[in-house]
C-alpha cells in the first residue's frame, strides 16, 4: 500500500522501519485500538500523519493473496467434513472490516479466536486454552498449523499436535499422516 506514497525505496524503507513499525503494529494485535495508536504514532511523526491515517482503514490492501495451496486445502477440509477453526493475531476492529472479503475462504471455520479481541496474543499459553475451551477440544484433538515455530511450540505446551507451517503440501502430507484426511 505504501509503495506507491514513496519517492523512493529509502523512504519507503524508513517509513517501515522507523514509523510503522512491526512492534508499533502488534499493538493491534494486542488489542489497542488504532485510533489511540495512530494518535500517538502522529504526534511523534506529524510529517507522515496522512500516511499513518492511512494504514488502518487501508490494512486489508497491506495483506497478500491466500498462501499458494491453502484455500484448496481448507476447501478439501471442510468437504471431508472437518471441523475448522482458527487463532489468528489479528486486530479486531481490522479482521471484522478484513473478514468480508475473504469470508469465501474464512466462512468455513466454525469460530476463530481474534487475538485483538480477546487481548491475548500467541505465543501466550493464554489463548491457546482459551482456544480449546471454545471450541469444545482437548489438546490431543486438534491440529495447529503456524509458520513462526515459537507459536507451534506454545501450542504443543498445551498438548496440540503442532505443525510448523513450511508450504501446504508438506501440510497436507502430515494431515495424511494423522489420519486427518485421505491419502
Given at each position: 500500500m505504501y509503495e506507491r506514497l514513496f519517492e523512493n525505496e529509502q523512504a519507503l524503507d524508513a517509513f517501515l522501519s522507523q514509523v510503522v513499525?512491526?512492534?508499533?503494529?502488534f499493538q493491534?494485535?494486542?488489542?489497542?485500538p488504532f485510533a489511540e495508536t495512530s494518535a500517538e504514532l502522529s504526534a511523534l511523526y506529524p510529517e507522515h500523519a496522512d500516511k499513518i491515517a492511512l494504514w488502518g482503514p487501508q490494512f486489508g490492501d497491506q495483506l497478500g493473496p491466500p498462501i499458494p495451496g491453502m484455500a484448496e486445502l481448507v476447501e478439501e477440509l471442510d468437504s471431508a467434513g472437518v471441523p475448522l477453526f482458527g487463532i489468528t493475531n489479528f486486530s479486531g476492529e481490522f479482521?471484522?472490516?478484513?473478514?468480508?472479503?475473504?469470508?469465501?475462504?474464512?466462512?468455513?471455520f466454525q469460530d476463530i479466536v481474534v487475538s485483538g479481541d480477546e487481548k491475548l496474543v500467541k505465543p501466550d499459553p493464554a489463548i491457546y486454552a482459551l482456544a480449546l475451551e471454545r471450541f469444545g477440544l482437548?489438546?490431543?484433538?486438534?491440529?495447529?498449523?503456524?509458520?513462526?515455530?515459537?507459536?507451534?511450540?506454545?501450542?504443543?505446551?498445551?498438548?496440540i499436535h503442532g505443525v510448523v507451517f513450511?508450504?501446504?503440501?508438506?501440510?497436507?502430507?502430515?494431515l495424511v499422516r494423522l489420519g486427518v484426511l485421505a491419502g
Open positions: 513499525t512491526k512492534e508499533w503494529h493491534h494485535d494486542a488489542g489497542r479482521w471484522r472490516a478484513w473478514m468480508p472479503q475473504v469470508d469465501w475462504l474464512f466462512g468455513r482437548q489438546g490431543p484433538d486438534a491440529v495447529f498449523v503456524d509458520d513462526l515455530p515459537v507459536n507451534v511450540e506454545a501450542a504443543r505446551g498445551q498438548g513450511t508450504g501446504a503440501e508438506a501440510f497436507r502430507a502430515e
